[in-house]
């Protein structure tokens, strides 16, 4: 069942850095992967999504890498403003469940001036 | 930029009542879904609706829930008799399809009492 609490991970990087952000997903049957941002009091926001076809996509400012070996995927972003402080989470489809796609815990990011 | 739109922002209501909340959809989009997320936890999937039924349920999703699509616009979570578990944030989403990310609303806050 579900922690009651649930810690989030917090990464902290300094304004103008490049930040990353991990997760690893649990079924190696998913196709489909999608990160969205979350920022306080507001719904999830999609970010970038990349399909298992392909290891790395590219949008504006953000980068996202899938390992399908180690079930690992990543967010990079570029030159962190202040905006981009959320809470970031990966969400995947599995590939016999085309109606569902499930959140991952998600990982807090937290922008230094 | 087309959006997810659910009302109320925030319900509060007894342990017992039935409460309903809503969302508009994106009006193209054929896939509605209904997730939820407990303060400071992930976000949870509830159930995913196409063509005037429910696609996939999670166990979250009892006999308490349903859902419903009342016209060509709304799409609507019933539960009915509120317990005080159920406070959450209430996010409803809608997608083209299932190769697509979803779009999210803002949520309703549901504070049971």
């Known amino acids: 069942g579900e922690s009651v609490g649930l810690h989030l991970p917090t990464l902290s990087v300094q304004e103008g850095d490049n930040s990353i952000i991990n997760c690893a997903y649990s079924?190696?049957?998913?196709?489909?992967f999608i990160w969205y941002k979350q920022e306080s009091g507001k719904g999830p926001q999609f970010i970038i999504d990349?399909?298992?076809?392909?290891d790395k996509r590219q949008g504006q400012r953000v980068t996202v890498l899938l390992n399908k070996t180690v079930k690992h995927l990543s967010l990079q972003i570029a030159a962190t403003q202040p905006g981009d402080s959320a809470v970031y989470f990966c969400a995947e489809r599995g590939y016999s469940s085309a109606s569902k796609i499930i959140f991952g815990s998600g990982t807090r990011l937290s922008i230094r001036p | 930029e087309p959006e997810v739109t659910q009302t109320p922002s925030h319900q509060v209501t007894q342990m017992g009542q039935e409460v309903i909340l809503r969302c508009v959809p994106i009006?193209?989009?054929?896939?509605f879904y209904w997730y939820r997320q407990i303060l400071g936890q992930k976000v949870e999937f509830l159930v995913s609706f196409y063509n005037n039924e429910i696609s996939e349920k999670s166990e979250i999703f009892d006999d308490q829930f349903s859902v419903e699509r009342p016209d060509g616009s709304n799409f609507t979570l019933k539960i009915r008799s509120t317990k005080l578990e159920d406070s959450a944030m209430y996010f409803c989403?809608?997608?083209?399809?299932?190769?697509?990310?979803?779009?999210f609303g803002s949520g309703t806050r549901l504070t049971v009492v």
């Open positions: 989403a809608s997608s083209e399809g299932t190769d697509y990310g979803y779009t």
């Open positions: 009006s193209n989009h054929l896939y």
């Open positions: 990349i399909r298992s076809n392909m």
């Open positions: 079924n190696s049957a998913s196709d489909y």
